[in-house]
């Protein structure tokens, strides 16, 4: 067994690509960071792709199959992600093929019907959520957690974490951690922290990589509203209800109601299908009429039209953004 291999990026090995994961029963997907592929000849004849650390769209051509090149394809990218010094990493295939994976070290997370997730055996989920779960102190009493972006903090975030707080005893923010946002993560945790110093039951927490990620909602950023998108909803709102809830103790998951956006009203709707009651949806925050939103907030100060931020924003938010800092983010350099 003799096959080259390469990198995927012409338009001509990436039409091989869509076309071997359509004959494998796959979808082809845009978001990547790097594929390959195995080639007999010109023949394209197994491929696999990366997103940031989660290894995808693994096929192997019918005929070459029991050549064993899937392990060949696992040692590629698991190298290539070593190489760039991940060590954490995840795997999506198809329930039917999970077991085969297991082999290479990985463990189930969670799947639906037709996605599994699985991450590589070094600090696992339960692990992982324990030991920040260790690190709180909650007091007795009821726990509701509340998922945000912050892109940025407004006061409609505020709003719900103000009726969170005085609805439980312990109010959990998981912050979104990646940074597909304008605003950092570190920008973002900070104007969060300023908002809500004064409220004394908020503990602020990363998301992890195991809700609203790469891993298990790879097109939240996007703002699609299709099937795909609809499927890494219901896996991400199922992981939350697996792991978090048992694990931090979690009575109450808040969100505010979605009048403008599709995407998450259907990210809502997936939420109360599968939390039933315990799912509090609160009225969203408006100001003169309008709608207060994190994708306003950025408009208004493209636009810079800081007086009517105002209205919208914190003061730490607000001070934030009419500084070089926060304008350069919006405007030239």
């Not at 800081?306 to 924003?313: A, G, N, P, R």
């Amino acid at each position: 067994m003799s096959y080259i291999l390469k990198d995927c990026i012409t338009q001509k090995e990436l039409l091989d690509v869509k076309s071997l994961l359509e004959k494998q029963g796959l979808r082809f997907e845009d978001k990547v960071t790097y594929t390959m592929g195995y080639f007999d000849g010109n023949v394209l004849i197994a491929t696999g792709s990366l997103y940031r650390n989660v290894i995808k769209m693994i096929a192997v051509d019918t005929d070459y199959q029991h050549e064993n090149i899937t392990a060949l394809i696992m040692t590629t990218l698991t190298h290539k992600l070593q190489q760039q010094g991940i060590v954490k990493y995840f795997l999506y295939t198809t329930p039917q093929n999970k077991k085969f994976f297991e082999q290479f070290s990985f463990s189930l997370i969670d799947e639906t019907e037709t996605i599994s997730l699985l991450e590589n055996t070094i600090y696992p989920i339960k692990e992982h959520l324990k030991n920040i779960k260790n690190k709180l102190h909650l007091k007795e009493g009821t726990t509701g957690a509340i998922i945000m972006n912050c892109n940025p903090v407004t006061l409609g975030h505020l709003h719900l974490i103000e009726t969170c707080a005085k609805e439980n005893t312990n109010v959990l923010i998981f912050l979104v951690e990646e940074d597909q946002s304008i605003f950092s993560f570190e920008t973002r945790f900070r104007l969060l922290k300023a908002a809500t110093s004064h409220i004394d039951n908020v503990h602020i927490i990363p998301s992890t990589p195991y809700i609203i990620s790469s891993a298990t909602f790879p097109t939240y950023f996007l703002k699609e509203l299709n099937d795909v998108s609809k499927l890494f909803m219901e896996l991400d709102v199922s992981i939350f209800s697996k792991y978090f809830i048992p694990l931090f103790d979690i009575d109450y998951r808040y969100v505010g109601e979605e009048p403008l956006d599709p995407t998450t009203n259907a990210y809502n709707q997936c939420l109360r299908k599968i939390l039933g009651r315990q799912l509090i949806i609160i009225k969203r925050l408006s100001s003169n009429s309008i709608v207060v939103s994190a994708s306003l907030v950025r408009k208004l100060a493209q636009n810079k039209q800081y007086d009517e931020l105002k209205s919208y924003v914190p003061k730490t938010t607000y001070e934030f953004l009419i500084s070089e800092q926060g304008r350069v983010l919006f405007h030239e350099k």
